[in-house]
């Protein structure tokens, strides 16, 4: 998956998210509780989006010649400030109504939704050309880790890695029901980042490979002197 392909992806997760929340809002005030955690993890999946959005086409720039450069502009309007401002009145208010939220909320939807299509009708395909034309940029020109990605899926990680199966337990993550969902996606409905996931994954593979080479070590130093037994 390269990095276009990522954002693509980051896409359709937004709009299952707005899907969500459009339906929610036809309900009443009786899903105002369904409406509040899926705003707040629309909030993360957004912010995890532009950043990853930007980097990109920061890195697609220092290839571009000013002509092409004039083309790019990223614009993400207001969309995150209206979030911020939606999980504020989803804490202050002090009943269950929607009077206030929805109007905004219903801006939201329809903004993120007319600007994700922009991105992918104009953007998108300017930032697919680079890629095709300087090969050095993918996915991990805007990933920080070496072994795992966000786009892993739970029972990919544990195959690799087994000894990453207890930390998903001590986080709540039900192997058998979310095995098949990408570390972004369980980590957003947990309230986490996803790097914050991935390092804390990072870590605990990293002491296993260090336990590893411990045992390593202690197996050696107990054979050399059986060996020296039964040499002499």
């Given at each position: 998956?390269?990095?276009?392909e990522?954002l693509r992806?980051?896409?359709?997760?937004l709009r299952?998210k707005?899907?969500?929340?459009e339906?929610?809002?036809?309900?009443?005030?009786?899903?105002?509780?369904v409406l509040?955690?899926?705003?707040?993890?629309?909030?993360?999946?957004?912010?995890?989006?532009?950043r990853r959005?930007?980097?990109?086409?920061a890195?697609?720039?220092?290839?571009?010649?000013?002509?092409v450069?004039?083309?790019?502009s990223v614009e993400?309007?207001d969309?995150?400030?209206?979030l911020?401002?939606?999980?504020?009145?989803?804490?202050?208010?002090?009943?269950?109504?929607?009077?206030?939220?929805?109007?905004?909320?219903t801006?939201v939807?329809?903004?993120l939704?007319?600007h994700?299509?922009e991105?992918?009708r104009?953007?998108?395909p300017?930032?697919e050309?680079?890629?095709?034309e300087?090969?050095?940029?993918?996915?991990?020109?805007?990933?920080g880790?070496?072994?795992?990605e966000?786009?892993m899926?739970?029972?990919?990680?544990i195959q690799q890695?087994?000894?990453?199966?207890?930390l998903?337990?001590r986080?709540f993550?039900?192997?058998?029901?979310?095995?098949?969902?990408c570390?972004d996606?369980?980590a957003?409905?947990?309230?986490?980042?996803?790097?914050?996931?991935i390092h804390?994954?990072e870590?605990?593979?990293?002491s296993?490979?260090?336990?590893?080479?411990?045992v390593?070590?202690s197996?050696?130093?107990?054979?050399a002197p059986?060996d020296?037994?039964t040499?002499?």
């Amino acid at each position: 998956m390269n990095a276009v392909e990522r954002l693509r992806r980051d896409h359709a997760l937004l709009r299952s998210k707005l899907d969500v929340l459009e339906s929610a809002l036809k309900m009443g005030p009786e899903t105002w509780y369904v409406l509040r955690e899926v705003c707040f993890t629309l909030s993360r999946q957004l912010r995890d989006h532009i950043r990853r959005e930007e980097e990109l086409v920061a890195a697609c720039r220092k290839a571009m010649n000013p002509k092409v450069l004039a083309e790019v502009s990223v614009e993400h309007h207001d969309e995150p400030q209206h979030l911020r401002t939606i999980n504020r009145l989803f804490v202050r208010a002090s009943q269950h109504s929607l009077e206030q939220i929805t109007p905004v909320l219903t801006e939201v939807i329809h903004g993120l939704r007319r600007h994700m299509t922009e991105e992918e009708r104009e953007l998108f395909p300017l930032l697919e050309r680079t890629l095709a034309e300087h090969g050095q940029f993918n996915e991990s020109t805007t990933s920080g880790s070496n072994r795992l990605e966000e786009v892993m899926t739970v029972n990919c990680v544990i195959q690799q890695y087994p000894r990453t199966k207890p930390l998903f337990e001590r986080l709540f993550i039900n192997v058998s029901m979310e095995g098949c969902t990408c570390l972004d996606e369980v980590a957003w409905q947990r309230g986490m980042e996803a790097r914050d996931l991935i390092h804390k994954l990072e870590a605990a593979i990293s002491s296993c490979a260090c336990q590893g080479s411990e045992v390593s070590q202690s197996t050696k130093s107990v054979s050399a002197p059986e060996d020296a037994r039964t040499a002499g």
